[in-house]
């Protein structure tokens, strides 16, 4: 997968959440997880792009674990949802469960391998 393409896939996997909170009952406790969530998934979007134009090698591994955090954060969250048993599509949900568990494993696989070739990273 390219730079480019991975790009578009946190940006496609943000607005998808985003989406999904939208269809969420609103009370006090999905307030909190919408807020948490949504944060969370569009800083993947964010800080993926920030990757992009890392301006060394330890800038460009520092972002990319930024970005492995809220990616496993965002999946915690839609975890919780899912647990909760709370009433949403659930078939979406548990597409984004998959989506957040793909991405964690890109950037922690980009992790280790740049760990790997430079150990003192």
């Not at 993926?48 to 674990?65: A, T």
């Not at 957040?100 to 740049?114: D, G, K, P, W, Y």
Request: charged share 30%; hydrophobic share 40%; aromatic share 8%.
């Amino acid at each position: 997968m390219t730079e480019e393409e991975l790009k578009q896939r946190t940006k496609a996997f943000a607005l998808r959440v985003f989406k999904f909170v939208l269809t969420l009952e609103q009370n006090k406790a999905t307030n909190v997880i919408s807020y948490q969530i949504l944060k969370s998934a569009s800083s993947v979007a964010a800080n993926y792009r920030s990757v992009c134009r890392g301006k060394s090698d330890d800038d460009f591994l520092n972002k990319l674990k930024i970005t492995d955090e809220e990616a496993d954060e965002t999946l915690f969250w839609l975890e919780f949802i899912n647990e909760l048993g709370l009433k949403c599509n659930r078939t979406e949900l548990m597409l984004l469960i998959k989506e957040a568990n793909e991405l964690v494993s890109i950037f922690s696989a980009s992790i280790r391998t740049i760990k790997s070739k430079n150990p003192k990273s």
